[in-house]
């Protein structure tokens, strides 16, 4: 087990309705980042936090937002949902410094559905 | 855009076989390679990890290989074990300059099933 946990498990939502899901990071590391992991496929970069600030960003719309916080966990908001969000939603923890990056790791994920 | 890739989506091996796990990368600027390990129902689980100055790592029972001359990487399994039943993906860091901030770009993933 990486210490990367996420809240809740599963989640089912309609079509146009908000959702927000949780992650709190493994001890010590000051990074969090966010992936889409449609059936089927590999899992895409949404955003990575760092310090409290959006630190990256994949190609998702706006409507995916997200937050950290200072002891380092971070939520992940999806607006106006769609269809097409179905996915399972991961959150993995590093802890980035200046001279290199170190491994990311993952949580288990948050399998929303949308309908 | 340029994007990582596997060869194969499912490789069947006989328990105690080595296998072998291919993947093609094209961004010749990616510093920073790992495979992970995936369970049905869990998230990414991290195996091994290799940076561009190198072109073999070993850990236990697992070799990653990497050839920047072909943009190749390949993650060996020793003695397969039915716990090695799983999806294995490689994901590259475009930068490795220890910012992060594009996030690592995964392949589509190669199913390993064991046969017993």
């Known amino acids: 087990e990486t210490g990367v946990t996420q809240s809740p498990t599963h989640l089912i939502k309609t079509r146009g309705q908000q959702v927000t899901l949780r992650c709190s990071s493994q001890s010590g590391h000051n990074t969090v980042s966010w992936y889409q992991q449609a059936l089927g496929q590999g899992p895409q970069f949404i955003f990575q936090y760092y310090r409290e600030e959006e630190n990256g960003r994949g190609n998702f719309p706006p409507r995916f937002s997200g937050l950290q916080f200072p002891n380092y966990s971070s939520e992940l908001n999806v607006n106006a949902l769609e269809l097409d969000d179905s996915a399972l939603y991961l959150c993995?923890?590093?802890?980035?410094?200046?001279?290199?990056?170190?491994?990311?790791?993952f949580g288990p994920g948050t399998r929303l559905t949308v309908l | 855009g340029e994007s990582v890739g596997l060869h194969l989506p499912t490789l069947s091996v006989q328990e105690g076989d080595n296998s072998i796990i291919n993947c093609a990368y094209s961004n010749s600027a990616s510093d920073y390679f790992i495979w992970y390990k995936q369970e049905s129902g869990k998230g990414p689980q991290f195996i091994i990890d290799i940076r561009s100055n190198m072109d073999k790592r070993q850990g236990q029972r697992v070799t990653v290989l990497l050839n920047k001359t072909v943009k190749h990487l390949s993650l060996q399994i020793a003695a397969t074990q039915p716990g090695d039943s799983a999806v294995y993906f490689c994901?590259?860091?475009?930068?490795?300059?220890?910012?992060?901030?594009?996030?690592?770009?995964f392949g589509k993933g190669t199913h390993l099933i064991i046969q017993p």
């Open positions: 993995a923890s590093s802890l980035v410094g200046r001279i290199e990056t170190d491994t990311q790791y």
């Open positions: 994901a590259e860091w475009p930068l490795g300059d220890g910012g992060g901030a594009d996030g690592l770009t």
